[in-house]
């Protein structure tokens, strides 16, 4: 054992780099897709979708709303798959 | 005498807690992305699952610090005793210490003061406790700086609404996992404290994992403290560092999750806060214009510094007394005295209340906000 174990410090920067700043930022392009379209616009009313116009998340264009599903659905599923590593390596099957 | 041991360990879980709902909810409840209560009682809940996940960071407590062949129970009740208070003592002041760095520094002190320092594994000590200490935060904030860049560059032609809103839900399921990695983290410290106690009992054998009454047990203990909240760090980390908006909130809370759940799983006992607040000042480093407070940032990196070696010295102050004493009712003494400080404490705090009433009112300087306040609450 060395005093600093370089492989795992690497590893938790690289993987903190994708998991901790990607993953927003995709979820951030998830939004920025969502809101493209008319109703997200400075002069939106407060429509059926209900609530101050100002907030609106949802813009209506569908091709927005197409690729903000899959972003979301991307991140889900790597923090389903994170969370499942994390188990996986945290219960080894068998100790010495 | 294990029962008692076992007593300690749990209020010790139970102040982890408490001292450490901050790192997960204090941006959420800064940015209103979640109520106070309900961030709270969110926290808990998933504290407990998290306590669950992995058992990793039990392992290094339990096998990886001190020569467990020293070990008595009354060592352990003395290192806890030196745990407990240095976190009530930080939670006073507002400073969001590290309670994995009291509960080691505890542990090591009784051991140092029972049978010298031969008995304590430095090279463990170094390589899986200071140098991530070192490390960790400034790993995360540079994520939660990056993120903080990303998210704004992103979002920038959204509205200011629709920013607002959609990152408060962002943050929501960002807090949500620091949460979650605080139960994989810090549940697990006390869980090797258990651990190491059963074994030094004779109960358990060397390098046995934590059973799984243990597990329950101290997941909930630190989901009590959670959901208990403690608010006057809450106010500290939510509002007297850097003023935050929901997307920094959100891009500190990832770089949280992410660094503490990785290390956790390489067996790090980092520290939940010291990751926290690194993400926290990262995410004002990363927006133009965001200013952060130094001098609070400061103000907490000397408690850092000081936390093991006070720890320890309470630790050992705890075993020397015990140890004259001798048997069950050294361990009594100990844990007597050590209620009364909890008492007096609490007692002080009394004075300048924070609670979910005033935890986001303007930052004045103090930890807690200017008096009137609280008596309208």
Known sequence: MSWINLSALW????????????????FAGGLYTLSWGPRTGKLATAGAD?????????GGNVLGMVLAAIAFLIVLAAIGWGIYEVYQ???????K | MLVLVVITALCFDFTNGFHDTGNAMATSIATGALGPRTAVAISGVLNFVGAFLSLAVAATIASGLVDTKVVT??????????????????WLFGIPSSSSHALIGGVIGSVMAASGGSAVLWKGLVSKVILPAVFSPLIAGLVAAVGTWLLYRISR?????????????GQI???CMVSLAHGTNDAQKTMGVITLALIANGTL?????????????????ISLGTYLGGWRVIRTLGKGLVEIESP???????ASAAIILLSSSFGYSLSTTHVATGSIIGTGLGKKGAEVRWNVAGRMATAWIFTLPSAAIVGAAAEALAHSIGGTLGVVVDLIILAALAGFIYYRSRGSKVDHNNVNAEWTGGVAPEPAETVAA
């Open chain 1, 89 to 95: 390596i945290g219960h080894p099957a068998v100790k």
């Open chain 2, 173 to 175: 399921g960002s807090a």
């Open chain 2, 157 to 169: 032609s959204m509205t200011e609404g629709a920013r607002k809103h959609g990152f408060r839900i």
């Open chain 2, 248 to 254: 920094q909130g959100m891009a500190a809370e990832s």
């Open chain 2, 73 to 90: 129970l009354t060592v352990v009740a003395a290192g806890l005793a030196g745990g407990i208070i240095w976190n009530l003592v930080t």
């Open chain 1, 50 to 58: 209900g609530g101050e116009d100002s907030d609106a998340l949802v």
């Open chain 1, 11 to 26: 590893k938790i920067v690289v993987f903190g780099l994708v998991a901790g700043a990607g993953l927003p930022a995709l």
């Open chain 2, 205 to 221: 054998a060397a390098k046995s994992n934590a059973p799984i009454w243990v597990i329950v047990c101290c997941a909930l203990a």
